[in-house]
Structures are given as C-alpha cells and as structure tokens.
C-alpha cells in the first residue's frame, strides 16, 4: 500500500506498507543458521536428519515493513532549504532453536520448526536529511547537503545466539518450546545447554552521518 502528497504548499509525503512473507525450506545459497556459503554445497540437505523441522519463516522473513517520508521546501530568491525526515519500521527475524550433529557440527540440527524461538525486536528508526540549494543559472546548480542516519541512535537487537545447545541432538519433529524438558543427546544423555542463547549478539548500526556537495547541470 502506498499513499503520496504531491509537492504543493512547500511540502510532500511519502508513505508504504508492506506485508510479505518468505516461507520454506531453502534459505538460499547463504545458509544463516551456521553462517555457511558455500553455493549449492551448503550441508543443509547432507543427511536426512537435517531435513526434518526445515520448513517455516525462512532467516529475512519480516512480515511487517513501514516506510514514511516528508520534507519541506524553503525557498528565497535562487535558494532553497529542504528539511527531510524518514521513519522506517521493519518485523523482526525468526530465531531458530539449533543443536549440533554428529557428523556436521555445531548448529547444524533444528531441534523445533522454523522460527520457534520467536523473533528478535522490530526495528524502528528514523533519518534526518537537511540540504541547501542555489540556482547559479539557468543550466547550472549547487547543492551541499547532510544527511543523519539514525538520529536518535537507537540500539536495538537485530540478531541474538540461536544455537540452544552444541551438544549432537536428533530433532523433535513438529515439537514445540515445551518439549524442550525432553530434549537428549543422541547417547541418551542430557545435552549441555548454551547459557547465551537468545541473547543478543548484534544490534543496529549507531549513529551516523554523510555530508557531500552536489553539481547538477
């Protein structure tokens, strides 16, 4: 969905939202879970153990997307002030549930489905731009202008640790977070669980900023 102000009265406003989904069994040659790329021989479809709890919300899977812009025209005489603001706002990713296999390694086993552990924060942010322009003739114009990328420096989690154990675990196929309780290694014995799973281990980019010069002719 989109809606558009046009410029009049010195302002115009940009506005979309999206719904989308990206669902499956295939993530693509990049295979997140374990952060391997190896185009068209990543260990996803190695075993037959591995293929079981593989299908649900693939690792971009953001269903909600948020997209908002405006900005404001000063003009005096052969000048212009533009004053520019963005809000965007982004779902958060699924988390996966990840143990470690015999012969592939760490995180390699879905314990549960796709994206039962649930999703990371959504993402909100917002960005600033403010430029000055100057007509010098008829062919001619300059502009210098500065741009703010997220200006209030919001730090929110964009990825947390998904391997829930690196100890080699079967899949509970189809089985839920409570099931967990029941969860064993392949001997039978009880797995050694990752203290740091879901805890965040990467957050937004900070604060930052872009000035430049500008000819147009």
Request: overall charge positive; hydrophobic content about 35%.
């Given at each position: 969905l989109t809606a558009t102000k046009r410029l009049s009265h010195n302002f115009l406003l940009l506005a979309s939202y999206t719904y989308s989904r990206t669902l499956g069994n295939y993530p693509g040659t990049f295979q997140d879970s374990n952060g391997q790329l190896d185009p068209n021989i990543s260990s996803q479809y190695g075993l037959r153990e591995l293929l079981i709890n593989r299908a649900g919300p693939l690792p971009n899977d953001r269903p909600h997307i948020l997209k908002v812009q405006g900005s404001y025209f000063i003009p005096f005489g052969a000048n212009t002030f533009v004053a520019g603001l963005a809000f965007n706002m982004q779902s958060g990713t699924p988390i996966e549930v990840l143990g470690a296999n015999t012969l592939y390694g760490v995180s390699e086993t879905f314990i549960l489905p796709r994206g039962s552990g649930g999703r990371t924060p959504t993402l909100t942010s917002f960005d600033l731009h403010v430029s000055?322009?100057?007509?010098?003739?008829?062919?001619?114009?300059?502009?210098?202008?500065a741009d703010v990328f997220n200006l209030f420096n919001q730090q929110e989690v964009v990825a947390v640790d998904e391997a829930y154990t690196s100890s080699n675990v079967n899949p509970?196929?189809?089985g839920k977070v409570a099931d967990l309780v029941n969860l064993k290694q392949v001997n039978g014995t009880q797995p050694l669980l990752n203290p740091n799973y879901g805890h965040a281990i990467a957050y937004q980019s900070p604060l930052s900023m872009r000035v430049g010069l500008r000819l147009s002719f």
């Open positions: 000055y322009r100057r007509q010098l003739s008829r062919l001619f114009g300059f502009e210098a202008y509970i196929e189809n």
